[in-house]
């Protein structure tokens, strides 16, 4: 049976997430990436939590939609068809209540698996390789001021709660210049630019000395699927570099 969750599953969910995504036994740190509760979707099987998923929703533009995050099934109950049961329930579910639904793989091979279960390619990321050139310097920024910047370069939106939560979570830097927003964050050796917005050349290099900081090639590169009920739109959704 699938269901919407409840107080009483928040044990089982913390113990799914932390075994599939590798994060600290928080139950406080668990409900801020679900929050709140009644986006996540259970599958019991005899009164068991054995597979979840978050549809956490966005706006982008008059458009609304739902991302499905934190997929996942208990290790002893894969390989049975569980995920692509629950992705085709949230599919239905949300049928005639939003004009899309989208998620991003967690790795490549997932792909194909995603587009079995009624997903497309129609969602690219417009990627470019970054060519640091510029003198401009910029200014690191609070959670606040990267809220109000990026409203200038686009309307593709999460709850602020959950937009705080990972801003706080992941330590990110926004760096702000005359015409661009950068956010970043330092991963072990490397830096990682999940949102460039703007007229990013100019960014200076320095910013980054020490840090392997990863660029992507020139052109359009997968970066999430979706499912639309109507018809194709587009969504100016954030930029990813990793």
Known sequence: MIRIAKPEDINMITKLLCE????????????????????????????????????????SGDKKGRYIYAVTTDINHRGKGYAGVMLEHIINYFSGKVDVVMLKPAEKTLFDFYRKNGFND??????KEIVFNGNDVPEKISFEEYKEERKKYTDFSFPENVMEYYFNAYEYCALKGDDYLVLYRKLQNRCVIDEIYGDFYKINPAIFEGLNCEAVLEGKEVYALA????GKFNINFRVPME
Do not use: C, R
């Open 227 to 230: 499912h639309f009920y109507g």
């Open 122 to 127: 129609e969602i690219y990321a417009d990627v």
């Open 20 to 59: 599939a995504f590798d994060i600290d036994d928080d139950i406080n740190d668990v409900l801020s990436m679900i929050s709140p509760l009644e986006n996540t979707f259970v599958y019991e099987n005899e009164g068991e939590v054995i597979s979840i998923a978050s549809a956490i929703p966005f706006t």
